[in-house]
């Protein structure tokens, strides 16, 4: 009966937590094989596979135009974010900033701020210089809401530097940027270069601030969401598809980087 | 250097902010009447509490769904800790149109679960469920889970184990001693958690226009049907009403949630 009790007690919570990975998971998962449809609806059980719903993403200029724009958008935005952001850290973790709780919270605040509230504005006030339907006006306002992201992840790096290497440099005659870029920068990188990848996506998968600036030229989501409000086509799904698996490569990649970062300074 | 990015934070927020403030209350003399409208009109009254009611549900579940899977992967082995976060941390990076999309396949009337239930003989027409309330929450919550369990567990993993095992020496039972020590301990990270789930929910937009009814809208919906209208003033007056409202409600989440903490850390019998 005891022996009964411990087996429950131990697969419980067990079930528990897979039955929560199973419900955040199995929604996306469940997108990829309907792609591979050839059908003209949406409908289960799939049948009739092929790609011919990846053709006609491919071949649509309309999308490919999209898409193009919207890689143009996030490269720019996360050059900009992870530039200015590392720039930030820096500053944030190396000197004396007087009022430095809240400089930190100010540039961090876009994280919490929904972002309609700051598409809006950013709208009434490009409409009003004249700034609106211009792809750098949205990286821009795309790299100040990835910026937030940038000064936590290189931030978080940041801290696990030791920094006796970057002393030592100096004490054998390296100048304070030689120094930094010697000894402690290396280290640095690979938190660098998961903000980097982490400041893509949030612009690349960014809705609502595109729909209120850009007006002739279209984004990538915006492509999706005038779609999916019109019907339901599988052209979406290979779309889908396709951004789940970059996301998930991308971000693993990341979050290797990120891991290894962290390693190279426990040791 | 710091300044690049104060100058971006300047250009693209506190500037944009300050010009909402602007057309809310100069259309184009000084004037109430947008502010007025939100909150005599019932219909916007409507949505003003249902966006309040729904961030407020979605946060309370996730906080208690969020919190034994929390403590499960606090639990496990560190290799095994960083494997489970990952599976958490894979939903969290797809974005939300995807993810919403996702929901209109499995919901919806030829989708998954309705192919599913016909299959089985459960039922022979298949049941509305897209575009119900009902669809605004699952996917609500399927969305923000991971952040409240992420939150949660980095709170848990500060905790110091031994603290449990030394309630236990004392003569704690182990409810007893989870309830007394661990639960006053993980209860910041779990409110800390819920605050930025009800923020990001009060802000929420492409989901509920996706897979939720007409009555279903949010502020958020509200204010894009304005700005599509042209309605600018008006719109900015229902963007100030919502950051308002969701500074309001974190307020009162954090005075209930530090008397609950107080309540159950002292206090009940030894």
């Known amino acids: 009966m005891r022996k009964g009790m411990g087996k429950l007690s131990r697969f419980l919570p067990a079930a528990y937590f897979w039955l929560v990975i199973l419900y955040l998971l199995f929604p996306i998962v469940i997108v990829l094989p309907i792609s591979f449809s050839n059908n003209p609806f949406l409908r289960f059980p799939p049948s009739n596979f092929g790609v011919l719903w990846y053709e006609t993403y491919f071949s649509d200029p309309v999308w490919v135009a999209a898409t193009v724009l919207s890689f143009k958008v996030a490269l720019t935005a996360s050059l900009l974010a992870t530039v200015i952001g590392t720039?930030?850290?820096?500053?944030?973790?190396r000197r004396?900033?007087?009022?430095?709780?809240?400089?930190?919270?100010f540039i961090t605040s876009p994280i919490i701020i929904p972002h309609i509230f700051i598409a809006l504005g950013v709208?009434?006030?490009?409409?009003?210089?004249?700034?609106?339907?211009?792809a750098l006006t949205l990286a821009g306002a795309h790299a100040t809401i990835a910026i937030p992201f940038v000064v936590l992840i290189v931030g978080a790096a940041h801290r696990q530097l030791d920094p006796t290497f970057e002393r030592a440099a100096r004490v054998l005659g390296?100048?304070?940027?030689r120094a930094f870029f010697s000894a402690a920068f290396p280290s640095l990188l690979p938190g660098i270069a998961a903000a980097a990848v982490f400041a893509f996506f949030v612009s690349f998968d960014e809705l609502i601030i595109a729909e209120f600036l850009m007006g002739e030229q279209e984004t990538?989501?915006?492509?999706?969401?005038?779609?999916?409000?019109?019907?339901?086509r599988p052209t979406i799904a290979a779309v889908s598809s396709l951004l789940i698996t970059i996301t998930t490569l991308g971000m693993a990649l990341s979050e290797i980087l990120r891991r290894r970062g962290a390693n190279l300074n426990d040791d | 250097m710091l300044w690049p990015a104060l100058v971006m934070l300047v250009a693209f927020f506190l500037l944009p902010t300050l010009d909402i403030v602007r057309s809310s209350v100069f259309d184009p003399d000084l004037t109430g009447r947008h502010f007025e409208r939100v909150f005599t009109r019932a219909i916007y009254l409507d949505v003003f509490w249902r966006t309040i009611r729904v961030s407020l549900i979605v946060a309370a579940v996730c906080a208690v769904v969020a919190y034994p899977v929390a403590y499960y992967i606090v639990q496990r082995p560190r290799r095994r800790q960083f494997l489970f976060l990952f599976l958490v941390f894979v939903p969290l990076w797809m974005s939300v149109l995807i993810r919403s999309y996702a929901w209109m396949v499995v919901l919806g009337r030829e989708g998954l679960v309705n192919a599913a239930l016909?299959?089985?003989?459960l039922t022979d027409a298949p049941v509305k469920m897209l575009f119900t309330t009902g669809a605004v929450y699952v996917a609500m919550v399927q969305i923000l889970l991971p952040i409240?369990?992420?939150t949660c567990y980095s709170a848990m993993s500060e905790i110091d184990l031994d603290l449990m095992r030394a309630a236990r020496v004392l003569g704690a039972g182990p409810w007893q001693a989870v309830r007394r020590v661990f639960l006053p301990l993980s209860l910041d990270g779990t409110i800390t958690g819920a605050i930025i789930v009800f923020m990001l929910s009060m802000g929420f937009f492409i989901t509920p226009a996706l897979v939720g009814g007409r009555r279903d809208l949010?502020?958020?919906?509200?204010?894009?049907?304005?700005?599509?209208?042209?309605?600018?003033?008006f719109a900015a007056a229902i963007a100030l009403v919502l950051m308002a409202g969701t500074v309001a409600c974190v307020a009162a989440i954090k005075w209930l949630s530090r008397r609950l903490v107080r309540a159950l850390s002292g206090g009940g019998a030894p």
Do not use: S
């Open chain 1, 123 to 134: 709208f009434i006030l490009a409409v009003r210089l004249g700034l609106e339907d211009n």
């Open chain 2, 148 to 150: 409240q369990i992420v």
């Open chain 1, 96 to 105: 004396q900033v007087p009022l430095k709780a809240a400089v930190t919270y």
């Open chain 2, 118 to 121: 016909m299959g089985l003989g």
């Open chain 1, 174 to 177: 390296a100048g304070p940027v």
């Open chain 1, 220 to 232: 990538l989501p915006m492509r999706i969401w005038a779609d999916l409000r019109l019907e339901l």
């Open chain 1, 87 to 93: 720039m930030a850290v820096l500053v944030l973790e």
């Open chain 2, 218 to 233: 949010m502020l958020a919906n509200l204010i894009e049907l304005q700005v599509n209208q042209l309605n600018w003033g």
